[in-house]
């Protein structure tokens, strides 16, 4: 019988925590499709590369998962403003 397992298996890929810019009309989503995410390395390089005037915004992120409707997708943790 197949079942879940709480215990953490080397080769599952599980959600992380990044820094990212996201494209976003508005600030007040929760979730991001990854199709409007672009990681960077550190919150510095985040922040360097976002622009307000084409709705670029520097954000902190979980990511990426699957989405009940099998979309990827990433969570905010906060805004870097």
């Known amino acids: 019988m197949k079942g879940y397992s709480?215990?953490?298996?080397?080769q599952a890929n599980v959600a992380k925590r990044h820094f990212a810019v996201i494209y976003s009309p508005r600030k007040?989503?929760?979730?991001?499709p990854?199709?409007?995410?672009t990681i960077y390395e550190?919150?510095?390089?985040?922040?360097a590369e976002q622009d307000h005037t084409k709705k670029l915004y520097a954000?902190?992120?979980i990511g990426p998962s699957k989405s009940?409707?099998?979309?990827?997708i990433f969570y905010?943790?906060?805004?870097?403003d």
């Open 6 to 10: 709480l215990d953490p298996h080397p």
């Open 59 to 61: 954000a902190e992120v």
């Open 42 to 47: 550190s919150k510095e390089g985040a922040i």
């Open 34 to 37: 990854s199709t409007t995410v």
């Open 68 to 72: 009940s409707e099998g979309f990827k």
């Open 28 to 32: 007040k989503r929760d979730r991001f």
């Open 76 to 80: 905010l943790v906060e805004w870097l």
